[in-house]
């Protein structure tokens, strides 16, 4: 099991309201599954992904939640090209192109 | 977590907000259903020339404005003769963190130093978020951002992944939520447990902030062309950016030019589900807030919301997804400008506007915004394919929120579709009517507060009365 050494900058999660638990008049689809919450501090302790954690946070509050990741990577990005997209600058640069040879 | 926390919680909502806002609201009550709305912000104490002043002091504000003549250009290939109007664009994502949204924060970080607030915090997935973190850590405050950013998979909104990011950088803790209106809920924790000043979208602070950026805009265009501009239009979701810029129009002597309101159209997708989560591609400027913003403002944190844009809106569109994607294309392609695409909600409108309008006439965009992983048209389009959403190339009248997000194949297929303002009218005075506290009637005060609410006359709201009466019979 990966460990994290106190100190580390880290992620906790916790349930914040249980299925049962949550607002009336929610969708069916977000009734079944409870409300959950992610936050990044630095470790107070040693502790193993899975296992209770508690961290501080930037704003200095103490959070106790489970330990989900360990100076947890930024996942978004750009991703491929988007084929649908490719060809509209060619396109829209041609139109003008066709315009001023015709004024 | 307890059931009864929750409940505890809630019930303390009041007294909450009036400590982390520092706003007593009740003493702007003016009737059953009114209230001074001009006191309510004349009562912060700062005037436009003091909000310029602070927002100079933290690097907002007075952005360039830029005319987009390829893109006026392209408008005229497909406009009658004589028509295709001229097309500005306020380059918002020049401000600190990004977006107009400095200007919403700025103001509510200097009146949390001034009143000893230990920091600020704010429920938002946006750029508001990056905004109040970077005017906290310029200001020296904490900073504490809730956001709702992942579904119950664990999969994160590319937007608002890079929103999370742009908090961290500015040194901000970033609660992230799945998905639920009840993040409210972990948000009054929150102010509860840090006692910080709830920078809230909707405070008079944050409309007051804006106001800069119509009053810019107007100022602008007067000096290079020596008049003002005829239409501007602004991307449309809680209120606050049409509410501040037509203010701010108003505050610079342009009341006559036209305040146009445009959202992308989210129309079908639910916005507290789970499963429609991460098939809007759109995190903001949408419809799933537009509407029902537009009509009833007080669905809010704050009990009074001062972002009312219904007092403002001479006109409101809607944008599909793919004209927005594309309108973001062309921005690059033709004038070197990478930005959005959320932003770029109102320039996709103002390009099918300005083929109404004559040559002579200008349109200004009010706003862009930064661009960069995550929030950008790939990795939006990237995680719509993954999500099973059909993207392709055709008529943008096709595009289907949530199923397909058809991207136009031509310049002239972009045409925004008008929504009904008197139904949206009739929509708040409905729901005005129905919030009457038993045993009260509607007073002359009310009447005259509903039809300056929704920009009408007050026989109009009159008649509407009679209609709600009639039907309640």
């Given at each position: 099991?990966?460990r ?8 906790i999660?916790a349930?914040?309201l249980?299925k ?15 409300l959950?919450m992610r ?15 508690e ?5 200095g ?27 509209i ?12 040879n015709a004024? | 977590?307890?059931?009864d926390?929750y ?6 909502k009041?007294?909450?907000m009036?400590a982390s ?9 003016t ?6 709305y001009?006191?309510?912000l004349?009562d ?8 310029r002043?602070?927002?100079?002091r933290s ?6 404005l ?11 290939t497909?406009s009658?003769p004589?028509?295709?109007?001229r ?19 700025s ?12 920091g ?12 109040v973190?970077?005017?906290a ?19 994160a ?17 970033v609660?992230?939520l ?11 924790i ?11 979208l909707y405070t ?13 805009l ?13 239409l ?9 950016n049409?509410t501040g ?8 002597g ?36 537009s509407v ?6 007080d ?5 009074r ?9 001479d ?9 927005v ?17 959320a932003?770029?909600?109102?320039l996709?409108a ?22 960069g ?7 939006q ?20 929120p ?5 991207i136009?194949?031509?310049?002239s ?10 139904r ?9 009517l129905?919030?009457?506290p ?9 009447i ?6 929704i920009k009408?006359?007050e ?5 509407a009365i ?8």
């Open positions: 099991m990966e994290a050494v106190k100190n580390t900058w880290v992620e999660g349930v914040i249980e049962d638990q949550r607002a009336p008049n929610l969708p069916d689809d977000t009734k079944q599954v409870p959950e936050v990044k501090g630095f470790l107070l302790h040693d502790a193993e992904i899975g296992a209770e954690a961290i501080i946070t930037p704003s509050r103490t959070v106790r939640g489970t330990l989900t990741g360990i100076n947890p990577e930024y996942t978004h990005m750009f991703g491929r090209p988007i084929p649908e997209l490719s060809p600058a060619g396109e829209i640069r041609a139109i003008l192109r066709e315009r001023r004024s | 977590m307890s059931t926390s409940k505890t919680i809630m019930d303390q009041a007294d909450i009036r806002v520092g706003i007593d609201y009740e003493k702007y009550t009737g059953p259903l009114s209230f001074d001009e006191a309510m004349n912060t104490g700062y005037d436009l020339d003091a909000i002043d602070i927002q100079s690097a907002v504000g007075d952005t360039p830029v005319e987009l003549k390829n893109l006026t250009e392209l408008v005229r497909v009658d004589g028509k295709g109007a097309l500005f664009v306020k380059d918002e994502a020049a401000n600190p963190s990004g977006s107009f949204k400095d200007r919403r924060a103001l509510s970080a200097f009146e949390a130093k001034k009143k000893g607030y230990p600020i915090a704010a429920a938002t997935s946006g750029n508001y978020g990056a905004a973190a970077s005017q850590a310029k200001a020296g405050l904490g900073c504490i951002i809730v956001q709702e950013a992942f579904d119950s998979q664990g999969i909104q590319p937007e608002i992944a890079e929103k999370t990011r742009a908090c961290e950088a500015y040194g901000a803790e609660a992230r799945s998905v639920g209106p009840e993040l409210f809920y972990y948000f009054l929150v102010l509860e447990e840090t006692g910080y000043f709830n920078a809230s008079p602070y944050s409309i007051l902030g804006i106001e800069t950026l119509g009053y810019e107007a100022v602008q265009v007067n000096e290079r062309e020596g008049r003002f501009p005829d501007v239009i602004a991307t449309h979701a809680g209120g606050g049409v810029t037509a203010r701010g129009l108003i505050k610079a342009a009341a006559d030019t036209l305040m146009v309101a445009a959202s992308v159209d989210l129309s079908g997708l639910h916005m507290a589900s789970d499963r429609d989560f991460n098939r809007k591609s759109f995190t903001t400027g949408h419809t799933g807030f029902p913003f537009s009509t009833w403002p669905r809010t944190d704050v009990p919301n001062a972002a009312r844009s219904l007092r403002y809106m006109r409101f569109v809607t944008v599909t997804q793919g004209e994607f594309y309108m973001t294309e062309a921005l690059a392609a033709i004038e070197g400008m990478e930005r959005g695409p932003g770029n909600t109102s996709a103002a390009f099918a506007i300005a083929r109404e309008l004559d040559r002579e006439q200008i349109i200004v965009v009010q706003e862009t915004e930064y661009t992983a995550g929030k950008h048209p790939l990795g389009l990237n995680l719509a394919k993954q999500m099973g959403i059909d993207v392709r190339r055709g008529d943008p009248r096709e595009n289907r949530g199923k397909a997000i058809v136009p194949e031509h310049p297929q972009i045409t925004p579709v008008e929504m009904d303002l008197d949206l009218r009739r929509s708040y005075l409905r729901k005005a129905d919030s009457l038993e045993g009260e009637t509607v007073t002359e005060t009310d005259a507060f509903l039809a300056a609410e009408t006359g026989t109009y709201v009159r008649e009679e209609s709600h009466e009639r039907t309640k019979r």
